[in-house]
Nanobody
Framework: VQLQASGGGLVQPGGSLSLSCAAS????????MGWFRQAPGKEREFVVA???????YYKDSVKGRFSISRDNAKNTVCLQMNSLKPEDTAIYYCVADASYSGDNGDDYQYWGQGTLVTVSS
């Protein structure tokens, strides 16, 4: 199983950015897929997950601003981020697991490389 994240970059506060995670070796429709992030000098934190049945679970601070979606045909998961704030600045990591679907990063078996999101004016 391999995960390839892309889409990071520099955006102004209030702006939008879309991250993509391309999966190989498994079908995203059969795994829990999610995103974590780690800001400089801070602990890694859960952002969002989409379970294989399609239900979603968001970190409170991103609810209403971030949206996760899954494209089964392309075997990708996307994270649409709107109304970005400077505190959203972090390296974002795509994760996957065949059974776990919570917010503990240590329980996700597969991690992609990170993609850097910088929110700054």
């Amino acid at each position: 199983v391999q995960l390839q994240a892309s889409g990071g970059g520099l955006v102004q506060p209030g702006g939008s950015l879309s991250l993509s995670c391309a999966a190989s070796g498994h079908a995203v429709s059969t795994y829990t897929m999610g995103w974590f992030r780690q800001a400089p000098g801070k602990e890694r934190e859960f952002v969002v997950a989409i379970r294989w049945r399609g239900s979603t679970y968001y970190k409170d601070s991103v609810k209403g601003r971030f949206s996760i979606s899954r494209d089964n045909a392309k075997n990708t998961v996307c994270l649409q981020m709107n109304s970005l704030k400077p505190e959203d600045t972090a390296i974002y990591y795509c994760v996957a697991d065949a059974s776990y679907s919570g917010d503990n990063g240590d329980d996700y078996q597969y991690w992609g490389q990170g993609t850097l999101v910088t929110v700054s004016s």
